[in-house]
């Protein structure tokens, strides 16, 4: 049901854009005035675009107004879904630090074939 009103309220959206762009700008809303020969100059044509807008945007409210009851009523579980929470990664442990002399374990040489990385 809530996936057939989300159709509905697509096309009614969409023919309530169209509509509204069909009729021809009397104020000059966006500085673009119309000919009084236009194609859609006829006053019938006019006050058949304006009931339709009308009964478009009627029809656009209720179906807001029914999906958000149809939405309360589906309702969810309540509980936060935590899938894409994120987790603190613990560190590595490090290895224990000695206070033994420098003088008690032997410099090794590096290879000949190998940069060292301190310099």
């Keep these: 049901m809530f996936h057939f009103l989300i159709v509905l309220q697509a096309i009614v959206a969409a023919s309530l854009v169209g509509v509204i762009l069909m009729q021809r700008s009397e104020g000059g809303g966006l500085g673009m005035g119309g000919s009084p ?7 019938g044509a006019a006050d058949f675009l304006t009931r339709t ?3 478009l945007a009627t029809v656009f409210i209720l ?3 029914s999906l958000a009851f149809v939405a309360a009523k589906k309702g969810g ?3 936060i879904d935590n899938s894409l929470q994120r987790t603190e990664v613990p560190a590595a442990p490090t ?4 206070n033994a002399p ?3 374990t032997p410099a ?3 290879p000949a074939n190998e940069v060292p ?3």
């Design 37 to 43: 020969s236009g194609l859609m100059s006829a006053r």
């Design 53 to 55: 807008t009308t009964i």
């Design 63 to 65: 179906l807001s107004i």
């Design 77 to 79: 579980s309540g509980e």
């Design 95 to 98: 290895a224990p630090v000695t």
């Design 102 to 104: 420098a003088a008690a």
């Design 108 to 110: 090794v040489p590096a």
């Design 117 to 119: 990385l301190d310099k």
